[in-house]
């Protein structure tokens, strides 16, 4: 079936970067394919600090969840196919018996009565008066009552990917998550859901530390009348093997739907979005940090699993020059941790002292979930400066914002005056505010009237969007689903991410957005990609310290240079810049792109550098952020290249094999 030619499909330059850090990045920027984040030798002064700040995102259980750009046009025939599968399923939607039998029902009750599961009786009964005869799609999965009452919406958030206590993963056979084995043949699924959901032992961590070894089933817990209003006494009482079998079903009609709308290339196709957003998503992260971003000064993440800590200690370049700043107690259940990395050359590591609970302490309410924020003060390698550097990640609707910041203002401000603050931070703004959401504009203000400043500068433009997705319909929430076409333009395209300061202490200048990996930032272009697997953009800033009136900057010649125009600051200007590298020796920088995508057939392969030929300095206040160059003068607009090559996909596993993040 042909994919409407009105899609949008981005094949942008998003080949890998493999390059050393550091390395001579002059032949690799020519004809401005790539970008550079950072041009210290043209800031003001050399006292200036490289700041990032990115939200990595949490792993994804299920890669097929949001739209993806990819390089191979089958993946959007084949979500083309599920859209329609499911959005008009016409001769299509046959009735549950045909796809989960009865057969199939018999073995399942016997499994569930070797358990030792009551009101099988009552299950029954509803499987042969409710269930059998419902059609697959408008009377089972479209059905606003199973999804109110969560009855395969709740074992499949229990089951659908476990985290062992001894740090393996495993993984429901199903759709939706990261499992490879074979699913081509509805019996092959059948034994292989059989054998996990009834056979295979788990131990997870709990409250009381670690739980006896139980069969995943045994994991599934009654769904409460008290807290799902929709679900009634009666169906309380059997809710457990009631899920089970809700569960059943789901999964047989998602193995069925891929099997008949594309038998030959889903798994494939699944095995790639694994490859990048699951296996191998903690790995694409930091060769990006690594490499694109080898000299910024302060690295803020927010959402990072666990895991990744270790991870990116064992990357060579990140262990080498940064201090790793993390909270006391990291988040392994939700896995959404905000971590620090700062620059040895520019921080002293032993001063460092964690303030997170100086700052939680006056949150005004339950804002902050474990690992959400962390903060330290911390002293700089050269001229008494002091710095206190916060991440934070907030909650979807961004109301936790505003709460934890105040107190953030309120620990710099009375606790630590004399220190230099710089927040990064995922604020989850959005284009308008409304009692559910915290606004773009509302935030700007309050910052503004804290005497704080942003790297959006004091009129934030919200079109300069550091997200742009959208879920697809093969995902629980067929509520949230949009189709193909509208991708973009029904997206979620939001100013999310700030890097935040005190207007009397810094000013900003280079702003970008990154949704490459490469420091370019493809407008109407869906991500996470293949080749850069968060949902956020990365933000880049330089941050450069307002001095006190009638001082001078020192230029590395030890020359005195021009005054630095700003607010008096009430602190130190911090000397360490001497200790630093100013040749700056990672990738050009580029400004945002501003074009429409080619659809898969008629892929344009055109790069065009950036203006050269100079003009005005303009600071990112001045203009949205996507029209700026290296030195500030606007930049020609960038078409998209064709997708590089990507790594191969991993091999088969089955339920048991740990998933690395």
């Not at 097929?64 to 959005?87: A, C, S």
């Not at 666990?306 to 990116?312: G, R």
Request: with cysteine; glycine share 6%.
């Amino acid at each position: 079936m042909p994919v409407p030619s009105n899609v949008h499909s981005p094949l942008s330059a998003l080949a890998p970067n493999t390059a050393s850090p550091g390395a001579d990045w002059s032949e690799r920027s020519r004809g401005g394919s790539v970008g550079m984040p950072f041009t210290r030798g043209q800031a003001p002064n050399t006292a200036s600090l490289n700041i990032v700040s990115w939200n990595i995102a949490a792993v994804n259980n299920n890669p097929f969840e949001y739209w993806v750009t990819h390089h191979d046009p089958g993946y959007n025939r084949l979500m083309h196919d599920v859209q329609k599968f499911i959005d008009a399923p016409g001769d299509m939607d046959i009735e549950v018996g045909q796809i989960f039998t009865h057969e199939m029902w018999i073995e399942l009750k016997g499994e569930m009565e070797s358990h030792g599961m009551e009101g099988l009786a009552e299950v029954e009964k509803r499987w042969e008066e409710e269930y059998k005869g419902r059609r697959a799609i408008s009377g089972f999965m479209k059905d606003k009552g199973i999804g109110s009452k969560r009855l395969a919406s709740m074992p499949d958030r229990i089951t659908n990917t476990i985290n062992m206590s001894d740090g393996s993963v495993v993984m429901r056979p199903t759709i939706i998550n990261g499992f490879d084995g074979d699913l081509g043949t509805m019996q092959r699924w059948w034994d292989l859901w059989k054998d996990f959901v009834f056979r295979f032992v788990v131990q997870v961590f709990n409250k009381d530390g670690v739980s006896p070894p139980q069969v995943v089933c045994k994991m599934i817990e009654p769904i409460l009348h008290s807290k799902y209003p929709a679900i009634t006494p009666e169906e309380q009482a059997i809710s457990i093997p009631l899920q089970i079998l809700c569960l059943a079903i789901f999964d047989s009609i998602l193995v069925h739907m891929l099997n008949t709308v594309a038998p030959n290339t889903w798994q494939p196709l699944k095995r790639s979005l694994c490859d990048a957003l699951i296996s191998n998503k903690s790995k694409k992260n930091i060769n990006i940090l690594s490499h694109t971003y080898a000299d910024a000064d302060v690295i803020f993440i927010q959402e990072a699993a666990a895991a990744f800590v270790e991870q990116t200690m064992g990357d060579d370049h990140l262990a080498r020059k940064f201090s790793l700043l993390k909270p006391s107690v990291l988040d392994g259940k939700r896995d959404q941790n905000s971590l620090i990395f700062a620059s040895r050359e520019i921080f002293i590591e032993e001063t460092a002292v964690e303030v997170t609970e100086e700052v939680l302490n006056l949150v005004e309410g339950k804002w902050a979930a474990a690992g959400d924020l962390v903060a330290f003060r911390i002293d700089g390698a050269a001229g008494g400066q002091k710095y206190l550097l916060s991440s934070f990640h907030g909650d979807s609707n961004g109301l936790a914002t505003l709460p934890v910041m105040k107190a953030i203002h309120t620990v710099a401000s009375e606790a630590y005056p004399d220190h230099t603050l710089i927040v990064g931070l995922d604020a989850n703004t959005y284009r308008e505010a409304s009692a559910q959401r915290h606004g773009v504009h509302q935030f700007s203000e309050w910052i503004t009237s804290k005497g704080m400043s942003s790297c959006w500068g004091e009129d934030p433009d919200p079109s300069n969007t550091t997200t742009c997705n959208s879920r697809t319909f093969l995902q629980p929430q067929l509520n949230k689903a949009v189709r193909l076409s509208e991708q973009v333009s029904k997206g979620e395209q939001n100013l999310k991410d700030w890097i935040v300061f005190y207007a009397s202490q810094l000013n900003a200048s280079n702003t970008n957005r990154d949704n490459t990996g490469r420091v370019r930032y493809v407008q109407e272009m869906v991500y996470p990609t293949l080749v850069f697997p968060s949902d956020h953009a990365v933000v880049s800033t330089t941050l450069s310290p307002v001095l006190k009136k009638g001082k001078t900057s020192k230029q590395d010649d030890g020359s005195e240079g021009d005054l630095v125009p700003g607010t008096p600051m009430s602190v130190n200007t911090p000397k360490s810049a001497s200790a630093k590298n100013t040749s700056f020796n990672t990738l050009g920088k580029q400004s945002g792109v501003e074009s429409p995508m080619a659809a898969p057939d008629s892929v344009v392969v055109e790069d065009k550098p950036p203006d050269a030929s100079g003009g005005a300095t303009k600071s990112p206040q001045s203009q949205p952020v996507a029209q700026q160059s290296a030195n500030g003068s606007a930049a020609s607009p960038v078409s998209p290249q064709a997708v590089g090559a990507v790594e191969g996909a991993p091999p088969p596993a089955n339920f048991a094999v740990a998933a690395t993040q």
